[in-house]
């Protein structure tokens, strides 16, 4: 008896000690052309709200306008009893966002990308009567600008797959918003063309738990479009490599067999019950994700320590304490309370030819950085000593190491290691088959380069 209640006792401490794994299960709900597809999201919804599980519906403006002209109210209904989230106004609708984003800089795209998605975001309040949750881009389409745009629209939180930016395959803080993106092996996907492949996916999966399992808990990301689940080819396709056709000309998608749609039907089923046999996991939707991560400011705590990483190298500090953005390392350095910021709009330059400055102008170059972020809510590009200037890498690398008596203060030269979580392939980022060929988009990546300045790990609660 002692014996069977001390295993007892061990196993309950086993998993205690185990973090919990949160599956956060999307569906693209995009596709406006075929109607099939509005079946295939009231099927899905409905399976998952019978094995108990709550999904996040990312729904395209123009979906959202269809469905209510087609009298889905069934459909609206069903998604609405899950999260909803957005998904772009157009989706595929050329110029989709990092077309046009690309050749425009931080502020005036965010203004733009407002201009064009802020009628999608109101339909979906009117449509589903709730703000969306959180945005994913169409495709690759993706642009770091949205990230200002959509936090002045009231959208919190990032959720998609992509390789513009990721931090360790698990959810982080990047120009404001959490994000769950670029999540690695964290990126789980039953094949829906063949069922066969669902016991190496189900081991996909426990690794992946077991693994997060292990360091305290962490996010399991796992998407598909309702439209997959009933075509063999993306609705979409009519507006391939940039093309711009009439709605009178688009096609509808090529349709899967009622058989072959049962079998998608069945894997998405047999996948969830398979996740809900793991104690430690819990269905999660994207409104949830900004409760169970801790808030976006972090507590600065050791400043010496803070000091030497800016010295060193501009990137973010993650302790026991919390993590700490290179943005807010920085703010901490110039005596500021750290808030939400935004990084530079543009890449400064080190104009001063000294090797040191005197401890006065300095003094004041401080006072004149904290002076513009409390101001314009952002970081500077570079920093005023008189008429000259230092970039903000290289400033922030002199104030780290600096002793704060000295009569002179040594320039020191910026190491943003925090730029290496931004890709540098600025052509297979962005592929998609909707973009014009050839499509690249470098200032883009230049641009998340800067907001890097806000990247860090999100920790759970
Ligand atoms: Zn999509």
Redesign the pocket.
Known sequence: MTRLLLALFLTAVALAAKGPVYVVLWF?T?DYIEPAADDAALRIATDLEKLGVRATF?V?GEKARVLESRGRRDVIRALARHDIGY??NY??IQPTPALYLRSMGWLDGAAEFERRERPGVDDIKRIFGVMPSCY????SSWGPQSCRALLRMGIPVYLDEGEQVGLNDQPFWFGGMLHVFGMGRYIVRPALNDESLLPHTFEKFDRAAEELEARGGGVISTYF?PTEFVTTAFW?MNFAKGANPERSAWKNPPRRTAEDSERCYRILVRYVEHAKTRASVRFVTARDLPLLYQSALGRVTDRARIARQLAERQTFLDTDAGALSASEMLQALLGMEPAAVEGPVARGETTYRGNEIPRAPFERAKTEAAGFIRASRRLPADVWVGSEKLSLADFAATLGADDGASATVAVRKGNPEMEKYISTDASGSFKWPIHPDGFAAPQLLDLARLQAWTLKPARLK
């Open positions: 693209d995009e990312k395209v998904h772009s989706h595929s994913g881009q169409p495709g479009h979409d």
